[in-house]
């Protein structure tokens, strides 16, 4: 370990004892301290300066030992630094003593007994001073490890707050920009309102452009006019002729039209007496058709009689037979009966038929009645649905406006429906601004208010530590008089250096606050120019929520009108259908009632043909009693 010249463990002459003592563990191993010890064994990390230094400060000591000895050089080795040193001083310490022995090289056994008690002495205060030296330059590099462990300490503090402010930067930089591109499309719209409003403007420039050339054309007709007073006013009084006779005229046009009036109240009344005639006639068809019902019975029952007067007319037959089987009555009173017989048989058959040719005229004379009433009643019913038909056709005209008007209403309803909605789209976007971004901005600029109070507060506390380290220092270097110059310029060295270095960081500390005041007061001018944009917004957002109320209202308006429209169409359809319904339920009452006579036409046509064949019979029956009689009046004149 030890490589200088004269000072090795294969010299005798170097007393042993001593050499023991100056190499004791306590003396060559002393606390290494972090930034003096070798990167490769310890686990503290040494920076470059910190390499520097020590090299720096051993090479002093070897340039202050070679005065003594020049000669002299030293190898480095692994071990630490300190160590390294208090070689040094033990080589320094031994080339002393052997210089004070006069040169000579003793032996361990003449150091054992023959050593002067003066020079003894010596050494033992030279000893216990280097200890004492060792003792609190430990004690000292304890005290240096702390501070540096503080300063470490705070280094990182000061770097993850750095870190910090560097995202709180970003974070603000991004919050910016978001806010920035927010303005700018505020601004786009505001460019765009503000080019319609010098649209606007332009034309209210021309407007008033042909208000005045208007207002110099009236002003040249008024001049004009006053010129001309006399012929106006003989124009007037023609103008009150004209009056007069148009009120003349007005009082004419009054009373046609109140004749109008009154031909169609006429018209009106008509139609109700029409409506009223169908009534009557549907109640004429119904008695007619129980007359007819009636008269069908009235058929009936002489039919029945008539079947009753051939059951006594073959009764008679039967009993005229047997009376000629049974007696003998003279030919003159057979002939006279037979003859008064035939007679009244005739005139039974005649006034039979009479009656019946009469049943059967009055019948087809009230078909010819009910057929013009079904004529008349089906006139009567085109009329009414050619009426029906042009107040529905007049419907579907009226419909078809109302169409139209919802369409166009419901076309402006989309248009107020898109203006609400790009208001309260733009509304939803300014309560964001209000609620979310400057709330964001208010919290970063506490943050940072705070973040500089906090900078602030560990400025003084680093600053009252540089002081503490000051003050230590010097108290080091009181202590480091006994040693040698070179140690004391090294560590005056180091002192200046660690001094540059909190200098540098406390003017970095004072860049950083400056740049956050700076940020900060930017940051309060945007929160200002943000309170202007937010006071225009709430008064456009004034503006358009009354905008929005007025629309509101309108819409309300249509939408009344609308159902007042809806309701008086629905009231109409209603009272067609109660018509149209009423009207199908008298075609059908008149259908069944046409059916019904057909049926009854049938019925009569039927029992007038066999009628027709009864009547043909009854003439064949009473030929043949004819005939009969005849020949019994001829065999009794021949019996004659």
């Known amino acids: 370990m ?37 990167p490769t064994l310890s686990p503290y990390s ?20 070679k005065r003594i000895y020049p000669v002299f050089s030293f190898q480095f080795s692994s071990d630490p630094p300190l160590a390294q040193a208090i070689n040094f001083l033990t080589q320094a310490v031994d080339r002393i003593l052997a210089e004070r022995g006069n040169n000579s090289k003793p032996s361990p056994e003449k150091y054992d007994g023959s050593v002067d008690y003066d020079t003894d002495d010596w050494l033992k205060e030279d000893i216990e001073k280097a200890k004492q030296a060792t003792k609190n330059l430990a004690r000292y590099e304890k005290l240096l490890k702390k501070k540096e462990e503080k300063l470490e300490e705070e280094k990182t503090k000061f770097r993850c707050e750095k870190q910090d ?39 209210m420039e021309i407007k008033l452009a042909e208000a005045k050339i208007l207002k110099e054309k009236y002003e040249k007709k008024i001049d004009e006019s006053a010129k001309h007073l006399k012929h106006e006013k003989d124009i007037l009084l023609q103008l009150e002729n004209c009056l007069n006779h148009t009120k003349q005229t007005l009082a004419i046009d009054q009373k046609r039209i109140a004749q109008e009036r009154l031909e169609l109240e006429k018209e009106k009344w008509k139609l109700d007496q029409k409506s ?26 002489e039919k029945i009689k008539l079947q009753t007067l051939r059951k006594e007319i073959h009764e008679e037959q039967n009993t005229l037979t047997i009376s000629k089987e049974k007696t003998s009555i003279s030919e003159k009173n057979i002939k006279k009966a037979s003859f008064e017989e035939s007679l009244q048989s ?31 009643l089906q006139e009567q019913m085109d009329k009414f649905n ?33 203006i609400e909605s790009s208001l309260a789209e733009s509304k939803i976007q300014v309560e964001d601004l209000r609620t979310f971004t400057i709330p964001e901005l208010e919290k970063q600029s506490g943050s940072l208010s705070s973040l500089m109070n906090e ?56 860049n950083i606050t400056l740049e956050l005041e700076q940020k900060l007061v930017k940051v309060k001018e ?115």
């Open 346 to 376: 005739d005139k039974l058959y005649q006034l039979s038929n009479q009656d019946y040719e009469s049943k059967i005229i009055e019948l087809n004379d009230r078909e010819i009645e009910i057929e013009h009433a079904y004529k008349d």
């Open 455 to 510: 900078l602030i507060e560990k400025k003084q506390k680093l600053d009252l530590m540089i002081e503490k380290l000051n003050k230590e220092l010097t108290l080091l270097e009181k202590h480091k008089e006994d040693l040698s110059g070179n140690e004391n310029t090294k560590n005056e060295k180091d002192i200046l250096e660690e001094n540059d270095y909190n200098i540098c960081f406390s003017k970095d500390i004072e």
């Open 165 to 203: 402010i560097k995202d709180l930067e970003e974070h603000l930089q991004q919050a910016l920009n978001n806010f920035e591109l927010q303005q700018k499309a505020w601004l786009d719209s505001k460019r765009s309102e503000q080019e319609k409003l010098k649209v606007d403007k332009e034309d």
């Open 386 to 418: 050619k009426e029906l038909e042009d107040r529905e056709n007049i419907l579907d005209e009226r419909e078809f406006l109302i169409e139209k008007q919802e369409k166009d209403n419901k076309k402006k309803f989309d248009n107020f429906f898109a």
């Open 276 to 301: 009223r005639k169908l009534e009557e006639d549907e109640v004429l068809l119904k008695v007619k058709f129980e007359h007819l019902d009636q008269e069908k019975l009235v058929v009936e029952s």
């Open 2 to 38: 030890l490589n200088s010249k004269g000072f090795t463990e294969e010299n005798p002459n170097y007393p042993s004892q001593y050499l023991g003592r100056l190499t004791s563990p306590r003396i060559l191993t002393p606390r290494s301290s972090p930034r003096l010890a070798d």
């Open 526 to 640: 945007r929160e200002l120019e943000l309170d202007h944009a937010q006071m225009v917004l709430d008064n456009d957002r004034y503006a358009v929520t009354q905008a929005a109320e007025f629309l509101k209202k309108a819409h309300v308006e249509n939408e009344e009108q609308r159902k007042k429209n809806e309701q008086e169409i629905l009231e109409e359809k209603n009272k067609l259908k109660i018509q149209f319904i009423k009207l199908e339920s008298g075609m059908k009452l008149l259908s069944t009632k046409e059916a019904e006579v057909y049926s009854l036409k049938r019925k009569l046509e039927e029992k007038s043909q066999m009628l027709g064949i009864k009547e043909k019979e009854f003439k064949a029956s009473m030929k043949n009693l004819h005939s009969k009689n005849s020949s019994i009046v001829e065999e009794k004149d021949d019996d004659v």
């Open 46 to 65: 040494i920076t470059i300066n910190d390499h520097t230094n020590i090299s720096d400060f051993i090479n002093s000591i070897q340039n202050q030992l």
